[in-house]
């Protein structure tokens, strides 16, 4: 176990919810306003967890272990995804299996603490979220399992060590991951991270509930889990820098500005999907996931 | 040189999986016109032989004529016949997307078979091209509007000219722009055939035409 593993660990810790703020600034840019301070996350997560948490008495222990297991997922999550080149500290052969599932234990978690509430709204997003994320999961693994076979490795850290876009494939698996990090982070076009119509939430209705640390919790998952999806998409594009690490920290940061950049844009270019629609792109996705795998089977 | 006409029809069966899941018919017929225009830049660079004048002559003959003038001609059927945007599917857009995906595993398959894949050289293009001749196929049974009819007689048309171009390359050009004068006269038949078939039932669809048979 090195050190630059750990250096990797607290730099995804410590920047994940920068993230956050660099795609509401693009698109506060894009709209003419100012917008929210570049650090609001980091400020919203410290308010919540200095606050006292409110629990509803039809609640039990899965309420709150609900916010618990989904940071700690999200945390495996990082701890197994390498920084573009800089080893993962849990660095296995199978952990992408380990990544796809870990993030699936926390994504349940979730919806079993929505449904806890017994509110209808909370099992409206719970059902919505466990349906697109069904979809989703194809992709994502497909996709992972076009590189590996690509590469010839099962492990995240060599895949992302030897990869860069160098066939067409990887472009296919490229534009695949992309839909699934947008549909995994509730972004648009799947879900409107600034909607307050209960209604047509799917992310965020499932912890209305939530209150405190524990929102803040949620928060902090949820921005370690954009981060740890977004450092696989960066990592598979950026050849990876094997030597030094702190050039794979500089390439991996200047990746994740560049794909908050490019989530801003769509954000600010098109308006979310009608619910009816997003299992089309999802669909789509896992088409060029399905067709990237057929393509280095043969 | 291989890898960019691995890449066309990489592009070409993403056009074809476009085909399966749009939705409305004129995002159809722009898809189509993109297909057309990329065949007319593989007509140049798809074959082991040099560029010469006769294959320039039926390049620049396909990127116009399935490129432009029969996108043209079906828009102007829709207009035309007041069809509506949305292309009715018996098979839904997913499944037909699926379906797709299923026919291009096919496709591979039988393309690895075909001993034409090797003779051509270029394992990408002969799966491709059946990719493309299915989808055609699959547009005219699966969707109820007439124009999806004509639009899949043009998608499975381009995935024999694929085949065509990569493999016949002696086909003398008169034929050759025969063939796709044949196609532009189908379009130009079939347009006028259904907007007749508009005025005189008030709909083009084609499940409601069975009752016609006496």
């Known amino acids: 176990m090195q050190l630059s593993a750990f250096t990797n660990l607290a730099f995804g810790m410590v920047c994940a919810p920068l993230l956050q703020g660099i795609i509401n600034r693009t698109k506060a840019l894009i709209a003419g306003r100012t917008g929210q301070p570049l650090l609001q996350t980091y400020h919203d997560i410290y308010k919540n967890l200095r606050k006292g948490a409110v629990y509803s008495t039809t609640t039990s222990w899965l309420f709150r272990a609900g916010p618990i297991v989904g940071l700690a997922t999200a945390l495996i999550a990082l701890a197994v995804v390498p920084a573009n080149g800089c080893a993962a500290p849990l660095a296995f052969t199978g952990d992408l299996l380990l990544f796809a599932y870990v993030l699936g234990l926390g994504r349940f978690f979730t919806v079993l603490a929505a449904l806890d509430t017994g509110s209808s709204f909370e099992g409206m997003g719970a059902s919505r979220e466990v349906f697109f994320s069904a979809l989703a999961e194809p992709a994502l693994l497909l996709g992972l399992a076009t590189v590996a076979r690509k590469t010839g490795t099962l492990s995240l850290t060599e895949l992302i060590a030897v990869t860069s876009v160098n066939s067409p494939e990887l472009v296919l698996v490229l534009a695949a991951l992309l839909i699934v990090f947008l549909c995994e982070n509730a972004r648009i076009p799947f879900d409107d991270p600034t909607t307050h119509l209960e209604l047509t939430m799917i992310h965020e209705v499932m912890v209305l509930d939530h209150s405190g640390p524990d929102f803040g919790f949620i928060q902090y998952g949820a921005a370690l889990k954009a981060w740890v999806l977004g450092s696989l998409i960066i990592g598979i594009l950026l050849p990876a820098f094997e030597n030094s690490w702190p050039l794979s920290l500089v390439s991996l940061l200047g990746g994740m500005f560049g794909l908050a950049v490019l989530v801003g844009l769509i954000e600010s270019g098109m308006a979310r999907l009608r619910l009816l629609r997003v299992p089309q792109l999802l669909v789509a996705a896992g088409a060029l996931s399905v067709f990237a795998f057929m393509l280095v089977l043969r | ?214």
Not at chain 2, 38 to 65: C, D, K, N, S
Not at chain 2, 151 to 174: C, M, R
């Open chain 2, 1 to 214: 040189m291989t890898a960019y006409i691995e890449i066309l029809m990489m592009l070409l069966i993403l056009f074809d999986m476009a085909l399966l899941g749009v939705s409305r018919l004129r995002t159809c017929i722009t898809v189509s016109s993109l297909q057309g225009m990329l065949l007319g830049v593989f007509t140049v660079f798809g074959h082991t032989h040099g560029i010469t004048l006769r294959i320039l002559l039926i390049a620049a003959a396909t990127f116009l004529l399935k490129g432009f003038v029969f996108p043209r001609l079906l828009r102007r059927s829709i207009r035309e016949a007041n069809a509506g945007n949305e292309l009715e599917p018996y098979v839904g857009y997913s499944m037909s997307v699926i379906a797709g995906l299923v026919m291009l595993g096919a496709a591979l398959w039988l393309g690895a078979r075909l001993p034409l894949s090797s003779a051509i050289g270029i394992p990408l293009v002969v799966p491709a091209a059946l990719t493309t001749f299915f989808t055609g196929l699959f547009l005219i049974i699966a969707r109820k509007n007439a124009l999806t009819q004509c639009l899949g007689y043009i998608i499975l048309e381009n995935g024999i000219y694929v085949i065509g171009v990569a493999a016949v390359v002696e086909i003398p050009v008169l034929v050759e722009l025969g063939i796709l004068l044949d196609a532009s006269v189908a379009v130009l038949v079939m347009g006028v055939a259904i907007y007749h078939i508009n005025r005189e039932f008030d709909h083009i669809e084609t499940d409601r035409l069975d009752t016609l048979k006496g």
